[in-house]
């Protein structure tokens, strides 16, 4: 870039308010406020357990294929357009979900909000990752995860709040609500962000885009499919594997999905703070190992007290694997920008929809649900092998002009 841009601390509140509001909206309360509701769906008769990890995995498959639009409308002009398009979609979709108990509908409304879920989640953090860079605030960037943290909250809270008072369909309607106000005034401040519609070098022209994948993006790459597998099972299945251990006055039965959410909230914060300590890739290869204890919890201690570590650990690490691998990354490839950002989540949506496919197919093939969690497990040690093939960006840098 040929110049820096100033900013004050009150815009730059305001702005990642608005990114940590959307994604509040798009993941807490469109994706995972899914977890929460499907015991009690599967209990009002709406769908069986297995049909309930169908629906997710439409939800994953769209998730999927928004994060790859997102890779080929990765510009900020396309952004300005996509961006509250998606908040559109979400609000819509949501809505028409409180309509119906036909799972054919509901599992189409969850593959397009799905989609949704996927552009926002990539373009609204990678717009205002570009936002801070020109700004010299790119350690700030993984704030704006935060909003996901409270999602969770939000989620819980509005499902157990209102659980006694609806049913089937109608469990939707808070979030539906909900949406519409946080949707309208996210998608107003981030469209408005100052920021080139191009990338420039210090000529002003604009900068080439560079290859994706090389021999310090795969193994990240890798890894981070790995994390996306690993976590996806507790973050969707932990409060109904609570409801088939424990006893039906329980107060895990909600409580384990209010602990992955309490424990996410600050997880943003301490996470970007222990990257900017002792760097992105080593607090990213403990973030691994602490993600990967709480996943093993859930398999080798049945009942309580597995489900707690699992949803403290994970809960208080998944989001730290997002902002510390988008950061990584982008650390790696400095010119990519939003595309880099789009094709990692692409890949970690990938890996989300056939975490629940697979649970899918072992629940009929007469598993457990609580083994299950072993892929999970098999997937995050696969991912945490791979960080350690990644390189730091300085040394890969000075390693590609050497040879250049």
Not at 101 to 117: E, F, K, M, P, Q
Not at 319 to 338: N, S, Y
Not at 341 to 362: E, H, I, N, R
Request: proline residues 5%.
């Amino acid at each position: 870039m040929s110049h820096q841009y100033n900013t004050t601390s009150k815009e730059l509140f305001a702005v990642l308010t608005a990114g940590a509001v959307v994604l509040m909206v798009v993941h807490g309360l469109g994706r995972f406020i899914f977890t929460p509701l499907l015991p009690y769906l599967v209990e009002d008769g709406q769908f069986s357990a297995p049909d309930g990890a169908a629906v997710a995995t439409w939800n994953y498959l769209g998730y999927l294929m928004g994060a790859i639009l997102a890779i080929r409308w990765y510009r900020v002009a396309q952004i300005r357009i996509l961006l509250p398009v998606s908040l559109t979609v979400h609000v819509v979709t949501t809505l028409l979900i409180t309509q119906t108990d036909n799972l054919t509908a509901i599992s189409g409304s969850r593959w397009l909000n799905g989609v949704a879920n996927g552009i926002v989640f990539v373009q609204a953090p990678a717009l205002i990752l570009e936002w801070l860079v020109l700004r010299n605030r790119a350690s700030m960037s993984g704030l704006v995860y935060i909003g996901v943290g409270l999602g969770l909250l939000v989620s819980s809270g509005l499902v157990t709040g209102s659980a006694g008072m609806l049913e089937g369909a109608e469990r939707w309607w808070p979030a539906a609500l909900l949406s519409i106000p946080l949707a309208l005034w996210g998608a107003n401040r981030l469209t408005r962000l100052e920021l080139p519609d191009e990338d420039r070098d210090t000529n002003g022209k604009a900068t080439a885009t560079t290859p994706l994948f090389d021999r310090a993006s795969i193994p990240l790459f890798l890894a981070y499919g790995g994390a996306g597998l690993g976590y996806i099972l507790p973050l969707t299945f932990l409060p109904l594997l609570a409801k088939l251990e424990l006893e039906a006055d329980h107060w895990l039965l909600d409580g384990t999905w209010v602990i992955v959410a309490l424990c996410t909230i600050p997880a943003a914060w301490l996470w970007n703070r222990l990257g900017t300590k002792l760097g992105d890739l080593p607090a990213l290869k403990l973030n691994f190992l602490i993600q990967l204890a709480g996943v093993l919890a859930a398999v080798l201690l049945p009942g309580a007290i597995g489900l707690v570590l699992c949803a403290a650990l994970v809960g208080g690490t998944f989001l730290g694997t997002v902002l510390l691998t988008q950061r990584i990354g982008r650390a790696l490839h400095p010119h990519q920008g939003p595309r880099l950002s789009a094709a990692m989540v692409a890949l970690y949506g990938f890996t989300q929809m056939v975490g629940p496919w697979l649970t899918k197919q072992w629940l009929d093939a007469g598993g457990t649900l609580d083994s299950a969690f072993g892929i999970g497990v098999a997937a995050l040690a696969f991912g945490l092998i791979f960080v350690f093939f990644v390189p730091r960006a300085d040394v890969w840098h000075a390693r590609t002009l050497r040879f250049d």
